[in-house]
Nanobody, 125 residues
Framework: QLQLVESGGGLVQPGGSLRLSCVASGFSLDNYVIGWFRQAPGKGREAFLCITSSGLSTTYGDSVEGRFITSRDNAMNTVYLQMASLRPEDTAVYYC??????????????????WGQGTQVTVSS
């Protein structure tokens, strides 16, 4: 089966850092775009980053600008999300999602075919 397995979430204090991993199983990430989404309780699913098959990233909105970086290691079939300067408002379930590359990046959740299971990130003192 095609799947993405996420790990790395947890509880972190404000100002702290966390690194999420998104590992593809059953397929190669080489030709896939990876989107990052998050969903806080009672809120919609928010796109905040995307990375193309060639490693070019796009940030959506201003909420994570300068704080979150996504990268990929195709040899390891893994995409990473490095989160720094975390804030309480970053608390959410974080998802990675994949879709075969057609053009640049994709912002909307319904563009993606394969989803990670989600990992909880809680930023609290």
């Amino acid at each position: 089966q095609l799947q993405l397995v996420e790990s790395g979430g947890g509880l972190v204090q404000p100002g702290g850092s966390l690194r999420l991993s998104c590992v593809a199983s059953g397929f190669s990430l080489d030709n896939y775009v990876i989107g990052w989404f998050r969903q806080a309780p009672g809120k919609g699913r928010e796109a905040f980053l995307c990375i193309t098959s060639s490693g070019l990233s796009t940030t959506y909105g201003d909420s994570v600008e300068g704080r979150f970086i996504t990268s990929r290691d195709n040899a390891m079939n893994t995409v990473y999300l490095q989160m720094a300067s975390l804030r309480p408002e970053d608390t959410a379930v974080y998802y990675c999602a994949a879709v075969p590359s057609r053009y640049g990046c994709y912002e909307h959740w319904n563009e993606y075919d394969v989803w990670g299971q989600g990992t909880q990130v809680t930023v609290s003192s």
